[in-house]
C-alpha cells in the first residue's frame, strides 16, 4: 500500500469527521463513521475544457499518470462487508479510490461447482434455432464497399507536369472481398504510362493479413501485358501498410513490393512515406521494365485531414527507373517523357469512400 | 419520515411548471400530444426527467417518426408519442401490463423492455423473441410484473436505439418503497448524432479510429518526454504499435460527432430539477447511449447510491461513479444550500460530457467543472495483469490460464489476455487516484439474498474477443453469425465466467435472466442485467434459467453488438 497516501487519508478522513454533520446525509454518515477513511473532494484535476471539437488534437492527457512503466498500487486485502449499527447499513470497506486498484477484489472465493445428477457439469446439446422470418437478430455479414484514392496528384516540374493516380476499391465480407487495384500517370500530351490495373480475390488469413490472387493488366500507352497475381496484403506490426505481390505469365515473373506508413505529426496532419518497388525476371524494352530491380515510385506526402476521407497532400515524389531497359526512348514504367530519374514537387488529394 | 407509500415524484406546481417553461420549450415542441383516441392510457406529457405521478398498466406507444431539434435544424428520429426520450412509464410491481405499440413508420420496429423479466415472446428482439413489428401493425406486450425498479425501454430494430428510440420505466415495489426521499427524477443520458448509424459503422469498418483525435503523435511525445523521459516514452509507444493498438482507444465514437444528452437536452439546454432545499432527492440515472460511458458527479453533493439495474443495493457514499452503456443506478442526494448544483457526467474518453443542473428555482446553473484528462490504456488493460505482480512473477505462472480455455488469435480476434486480473474493485481507466470516492463493482451489496441459493452446476467460460483494425467482435474469436447459440437446460443455475481479451469496456446484456454478479457478498451478490467486463479482466456472475426461451446476449455498445458480439442463450 501507498504509504504517503494512507497518511493523507487518515488526515483527510480525521477532518471529515469534523464537518458539520448537516451536509451528510444520515445514513451516510453511519457508514462515513463505521468504515470509511475516504476524502471528501478536494481538487478537482485540472482537464480540458472542450469548447470546439475541431481542437480536441493532442490533448495527451494523462499519458504520465497512468502509464504502463508505474505499478499501480494494489490492495493487499480483500474487500470485507462491514456491518454497521445501528440502522442495518452496510457498506463494503471499499477500496479507497486512491487505492483501488486491479488487484482489488483479485481472490474472491467463489462457490465450487456442484454439478449432480439432475444438474450435470457437462453442457447440454447445442439445440437448432429457428429464427423467427428467418431473421438474425443482429447484421454482422454484411457486405460493404469502400475506395480509397491514395495517390490522386499533380507532380510538377520546368519541362511539363504528370497527372498520376493510384488507388484501390473493395466489395465484399469481413472475409472475402473482390478487389480492384488501379494506378497510372499521363503526361502533358496526354500519354498514360505505369497503367497497372488488377483484379483480384481477396480471403483474410490472419489477424492483419488478406491473401489475395487474380489477374493484371498493364494497360496503357504502351504495349499491352497481362499477367497472373498472387500476394498478400496488410498490416504489418508498428502499423506498417504492406503488400507483396508475384505476378507470372509465358514470359516471366515480376513482383511488387508496396509499404507506407502514417506518421501522425498531430492527429489531422500526418507525414506519410511510401514506396512501390517493382522486379523483373527479364527485360522488356518496349515497356521499360528491366530485369532485376527495375523502377521504384516513391513519395513523400504531408496530408491535413479537414476531413477524414477528404485531405489535400503537398508531397516529394521520386520515380526511378534502372537497368537495361532505363534508358530506352519507348514509354517508361514510370515516367514518360522523362529521364530515368525524375524527383518533383507534388500536389494531390487523397480521398477515400 | 414519509410513509413509504407515498412516493412523491419531482412533480411541479403548475405555476412553477410554466416558469420552467422557458427552458423546456424545445423539448415541449417535440411532444405532439398523441392522438391515441382509445380507451387505453397515453402516458402523460411531462417535463423531461419527471416521472408520472400514477402507475399506469396499460398504454399505447405509438412508434413514428418525428422532427426533433437537439442540435438546432430539425433531424427526423424515431420515436414513441412523438417524444425523443420515449416518455417515462410509471409500473407497479404485481400488476400485468398491456402495452399496444403501434408502428407508423415505413419500416419494422420492435420494443425491447431492458432488465424485464418477462416471458420470451415478450422480450422485443425481432428473430428471437417475435417476428417485429411491420409498418402500420400494432403488437400488444402483456406481461407481469415480478420486479421493481428503474429500468428502460428500446428499440431492438435497425438502430432506432442509436437514433433516439428509448425512454425510462419506473415499477413501483409492491411492499412500497424501502427508500424514503421527497423527489423522483429519471436522468436517460444518451449520445446523438446527426451521423447515420450505418455511416457511422462503415467508418468504423474502413478506419477504426475514425473518431479519434487524440491520438498520440509526434508533437505529443515532446512534452510527453519531458514528463517521463524520452527512452520511457519511446518504449511504451513502440511497445503498443508493436502490437498494432493504440492506447488512445477509449472510446470508438467520440464528442466528435456526438452530443452528449440528459433527458434529451443538450448541456447548453441545460436539464433542471428543481428541489426544496434539506430534501432528499432521487436520481434514476440510466445510460440509454449507443457507444458512451460516462463518469457522473454533482460537485459539492455526495451521492448516496442505492440501487443498480433495478436491484436494491446496500447505500454507498460517493463521489463519482461510472455508469456503462445500458446500466442504471438510483442515488439520493440531499442538498441542503438553496444553490445550483451540477450533474456533470463526462463521456469516459473525456471529448464532451452530459450536464443538468439540480436547483431550487428554475434558470439558476452551477459552474462546470473541467473535464479529467483522458485516460490511456495500460498494459493491465491488454490484459498482461498489474505490473506490480508482474515483478515476482516468472512466465510460467503466466500461463496459468488454460490453453484450451484460450480464443485463437484469428481474423477476428487481436489479442490474447494471457494474465486476466479481477477488476471489480478498480473504478476504472480515467477514474484510479483522482481524490474523488468512485464507486466499484466490490462496493456494490444486494439488500436480499438471491433468490436461488443453489451453488451452480456448471460454468462457461466465454471470451469477449475482437479485431479493431478489421472492427469485427465477437465472443471467443467467433462473431455471432459463425457460432452456435449458448444451450441452458431451464432450471439449471451456471456460472458465466468472462474473460475480456479486448482493450475496450463491455457491458455485456443477457435479457430474461438475472446476472448475479459474484463480487464477494455471497448470498448478497449484486443482481443486474448489464456489467462492465473491464478490459484485461475476468468476472463472473452466476444465472438461474427460470424463464425458457431464446434470449439475446450481447454487449450493449451497439456498434460491437450489430458486428458480431452477440449471441443467442437457449434457454430449454
Known sequence: ?????????????????????????????????????HAMPKKTISGHAMSDMDDMDDMDGMDGMEDMGKPTPSLSHPPKTVQAAPSGITKTSAPMPHDNAMAGAAHVSLPPLSPSARWPATPPPVPRVHYIHNMPPVMDHNTYFHILMEQLEGRYAADGSLFRYSGQAWFGTDHDKLWIKSEGTVDSHNTMSDGDHELLYDHAISTYFDLQAGTRLDLDSGPVRAWGAVGVQGLALYFFDVSATAYFNADGVAGKLEGSYDLLITNRLILQPQAELNFYSRTDPARGDSQGFSSIDTGLRLRYEFKRKLAPYIAVTYSGNYGAAANTPSVSRTTAANGPEDLRFTFGLRTWY | MPSPFATPTGGLSRRRFITGAGALAGLCALRNPTHAASAVDTPPLLPAGHIPAHSASTFMLNVGHTPVHVLGKPQMAPTVNGSMPAPTLRWREGDEVSLHVHNTMDEETSIHWHGLRCPADMDGVPGLSFGGIAPGQTFTYRFPLRQSGTYWYHSHSNMQEAKGLYGAIVIDPKEGETRSYDRDYVIVLSDWSDVEPSDIIKNLKFQSDYY????????????????????????????????????????DVSGIIYTYLMNGQTPHANWTGLFTPGERVRLRFINASAMTFYDIRIP??????IQSDGNDVEPVLVDEFRIGVAETYDCIVTPTAPQAYTIFAQSEDRTGYARGTLAPRSGMSAAIPPMDPRPVRTMLDMGMGSDAKMGGMDMKAM???????TPPLNVENQNIAAMPVNRLADPGDGLRNNGRRVLTYADLRATRPASDPRPPSREITLHLTGNMERYIWGFDGRKFSEAEPIPLRLGERVRFVL?????????????????ELENGQGAYNPVKHTLIVQPGSRLSYLVSADTPGLWAYHCHLLYHMDLGM???????
Open chain 2, 212 to 251: 479519434t483525435f487524440r491520438q498520440r503523435t509526434a508533437a505529443s511525445f515532446f512534452p510527453d518526454a519531458r514528463r517521463d523521459g524520452i527512452l520511457p516514452v519511446l518504449k511504451n509507444r513502440l511497445q503498443w504499435a508493436g502490437m498494432n493498438m493504440s492506447a488512445t482507444d477509449i472510446s
Open chain 2, 300 to 305: 459539492g453533493l455526495p451521492m448516496t447510491i
Open chain 2, 566 to 572: 452477440f449471441r443467442t442463450v437457449v434457454v430449454s
Open chain 2, 399 to 405: 500461463s496459468h490460464t488454460k490453453k484450451a480455455d
Open chain 1, 1 to 37: 500500500m501507498n504509504k504517503p497516501y494512507t497518511h493523507t487519508a487518515r488526515l483527510l478522513a480525521g477532518l471529515l469527521a469534523c464537518l458539520p454533520t448537516t451536509l451528510v446525509p444520515p445514513y451516510a454518515q453511519t457508514a462515513e463513521a463505521g468504515t470509511h477513511t
Open chain 2, 499 to 515: 474473460i475480456n481479451d479486448t482493450m475496450m469496456e463491455h457491458p455485456v446484456h443477457l435479457h430474461g435472466l438475472w446476472s
